[in-house]
């Protein structure tokens, strides 16, 4: 081992730097690893989100017309023997948004907040471990559960206030969620939340009917009918609801949670009511793989690009130590070393100078990583983290460095092998 080291410490300067463009494209593996690491966890965390419920949306049907979700839907559903619960959902920006301040926030991932039912929330949600606290049950009004990371990031504790959508509630609850988009941050009690959601709208909806009936003012019979109705007021509210009614979301849970009782609800579900669209598990977490696939590919492409870099600087590196070391090569293999001893002495010394590459290179990532992710945090808005350190990564990497420089090593270690001792002992 002591030869190895002084080897490959002839050449200082050049044993540097191909360490050091090894550790660069150990580097980028790192990076780019961590971050798969990360996605491939959210999406099996989310899977406990999406577990053992089916959701119910509406659809245009083929005359292009979009009924929403009927209450005469909701009985046949209701109906069928494998459901258990069926209840609305509402999800909207937590935080709610300001089009004129931030012109692309829909396009910017944001922490979202879940109306449900109180008495149904422990089951629907039940596949995210409650953490600290209690859920939603019957009566609440204005409390909410936050997930553990949106507590963390903005010092929110059981007991005291959380500010929902310019509404103040008190949190009664954390659960442990992935950071993941489409999985709330929080979950409050559907009727109130859909009022606040409602309100709005139906205001808007006052001030527009009210001006078109001014500019054109109703006769004795439709006055009538809209006193009959409950006024202005309840025309616009019922409107504003009429339309929401079109994008409304139900969870139906089935009486047998388990994969093969869900995809057997769904297949029901989509015999029962054709005209609304049934989306269960199995569909959304082969969405969630399918988007990680296509990440990990173009990590791939990146990756190979990067450490090919790094074994070229190896197979130079040895190449041209082959070519300073022929008269050592050859008064060795006179002396009784064979050639397959002369070849494992390079391909070793370029095993080490890529080991050695990937050790600095992990930890050069790892302290990058561990610098850089809480300053990409703050310019987000949701999240706990970006990337994900797993050992499973460290030691890929490792051993990946390794066999890089071994294999990188070995074309000049069959060059070293072939030297002919006659021949370069004639040039001594």
Do not use: C
């Amino acid at each position: 081992m002591t030869g190895l080291v002084r080897d490959l410490l002839r050449q200082r300067l050049r044993a540097a730097l191909t360490v050091s463009g090894v550790a660069l494209g150990m580097l980028t593996l790192v990076v780019l690893g961590a971050l798969g690491e990360h996605f491939r966890a959210l999406v099996d965390e989310s899977k406990a989100y999406t577990r053992g419920v089916v959701r119910l949306f509406t659809k245009t049907n083929p005359d292009g017309i979009n009924p929403g979700i009927t209450d005469e839907a909701l009985d046949a559903v209701r109906g069928l023997p494998g459901v258990a619960v069926v209840a609305p959902t509402l999800v909207l920006y937590l935080d709610g948004f300001d089009l004129e301040a931030d012109p692309l926030s829909f396009a910017t991932p944001r922490p979202l907040v879940e109306g449900l039912a109180p008495d149904h929330a422990a089951t629907l949600r039940g596949g995210m471990p409650l953490v600290e606290g209690r859920w939603l049950r019957a009566g609440d009004e204005r409390h909410a559960v936050v997930a553990r990371w949106l507590a963390q990031r903005r010092g929110l504790g059981v007991g005291g206030p959380v500010t929902i959508r310019h509404v103040t509630y008190e949190v009664v609850g954390l659960y442990d969620a992935p950071d993941a988009p489409m999985v709330p941050a929080a979950v409050v009690p559907y009727g109130p939340l859909n009022h606040d959601f409602i309100t709005p709208g139906a205001e808007r909806a006052r001030r527009a009917l009210g001006e078109l009936f001014g500019a054109h003012p109703l006769g004795p019979m439709a006055q009538a009918a809209l006193a009959q109705e409950g006024g202005l007021e309840e025309a616009a509210r019922r409107f504003v609801e009429q339309q929401e009614a079109l994008f409304r979301v139900y969870e139906v849970i089935p009486r047998d949670r388990s994969a093969e009782g869900t995809r057997r609800l769904a297949e029901d579900l989509r015999a029962t009511v054709p005209d609304l669209a049934v989306i269960d598990p199995d569909r959304i977490e082969q969405q969630m793989e399918r988007a990680v696939a296509l990440f990990l590919v173009v990590a791939l492409i990146v990756t190979v690009i990067s450490t090919v870099v790094g074994g070229l600087l190896i197979v130079n590196t040895m190449a041209m130590a082959v070519l300073e070391r022929r008269r050592e090569i050859g008064i060795k293999s006179a002396v009784g070393a064979t050639p397959g001893q002369v070849a494992l002495e390079f391909v070793a010394e370029a095993g080490v100078l890529g080991l050695t590459g990937a050790v600095l290179g992990v930890l050069v990532g790892v302290a990058a990583i561990r610098l850089a992710e809480p300053a990409l945090l703050a310019q987000l808005e949701s999240g706990s983290r970006l990337f994900l350190v797993t050992p499973r990564l460290v030691v890929l990497t490792v051993a990946y460095g390794g066999v890089l420089g071994v294999l990188a090593g070995g074309i000049p270690a069959l060059r070293a092998a072939r030297v002919d001792p006659a021949i370069v002992l004639r040039e001594l």
